[in-house]
């Protein structure tokens, strides 16, 4: 059986026996992520199984038909059953799914990237950030580091002025730019974060994905990103632009910016 359906089976366990215990879902469902969050680890270390994707087959493949009004369930679990599918989208992160960036910026640092096997170290827990943490010489925490958070959700680092395409391994992300940190009462949280990345030219809405990456660290984080960089591909000689001073006009051609991010096509997350 494919990881995702295990672990599928696994969150109707989990949900199950929580019910069955009368434990409701505010305080069960935080507990039940913590523990798929660690089983999805354990099942698929490359993290293309997140507990949002478990959630996401466990609703579609086992609740869809368990709330059916023709089913036998009794109706004080199916009350359970929902308060919990709600609790666990709350959490996990609703809605539309992710938007992804392709790479856009220049043709021969995507070819050496592809060449390159020194991709982003990808950082999944607290063990992970220190053991990346104790690798990184005094110079290097001078200037901010570069991440991506790839289709997985997960934040990869790497050394500072790297390039974002070579952190990314060349792929799609969900989230570019720089990163500082800082040590805070004996644990490290994050400075400064950022959206600047013209090799991605991410929209400042990908700030949801890169604080769900830090957040299943979990890292210490501002509420949104302290230096914000918007992105426009220029309609008229499609030329990419940084908008500055909500001024929307091409600063190669002086044609319109639009108001919505376009610089490049949608890609779907690895999350459905
Ligand atoms: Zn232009």
Same mark, same amino acid.
């Given at each position: ?98 938007? &992804?960036? +392709?790479?856009?910026?220049? @043709?021969?640092? !995507?070819?050496? /990237? *592809? $060449?390159? #096997?020194?991709? &982003?170290? +990808?950082?999944?827990?607290? @063990?992970?950030? !220190?053991?990346? /943490? *104790? $690798?990184? #010489? ?135």
């Amino acid at each position: 059986m494919a990881a995702d359906l295990q672990l599928t089976e696994f969150l109707a366990m989990l949900v199950g026996v929580a019910l069955d215990a009368g434990t409701d879902a505010a305080t069960g469902a935080p507990q039940v992520i913590e523990i798929l969050t660690a089983a999805c680890d354990l099942a698929d270390p490359a993290g293309y199984v997140t507990p949002h994707h478990v959630h996401r087959m466990w609703r579609v493949s086992r609740l869809a038909s368990v709330l059916r009004p023709d089913s036998p369930t009794p109706d004080h679990f199916k009350a359970g059953l929902r308060a919990y599918d709600e609790t666990l989208e709350e959490l996990l992160g609703g809605g539309l799914p992710e938007r &992804g960036y +392709r790479y856009v910026g220049p @043709a021969e640092l !995507a070819a050496g /990237a *592809a $060449r390159s #096997t020194l991709s &982003g170290t +990808r950082i999944a827990s607290l @063990a992970d950030f !220190a053991s990346w /943490a *104790a $690798r990184q #010489t005094p110079g290097e925490w001078a200037e901010p580091f570069t991440y991506v958070v790839g289709l997985d959700g997960r934040l990869r680092l790497a050394p500072r002025r790297s390039e974002h395409v070579a952190c990314a391994g060349g792929a799609a992300v969900l989230g570019a730019g720089e990163i500082t940190f800082v040590r805070e009462a004996g644990r490290w949280a994050v400075g400064e974060v950022s959206n600047q990345s013209t090799g991605y030219c991410p929209d400042v809405t990908s700030w949801r994905a890169v604080a769900r990456a830090l957040d299943g660290i979990p890292l210490r984080r501002p509420t949104a990103f302290t230096h914000e960089v918007v992105f426009r591909r220029c309609p008229a000689c499609a030329e990419h632009n940084i908008v500055r001073e909500v001024d929307f006009v091409c600063v190669f051609c002086g044609g319109d910016l639009p108001e919505a991010w376009n610089v490049d096509g949608v890609v779907r997350s690895a999350r459905p």
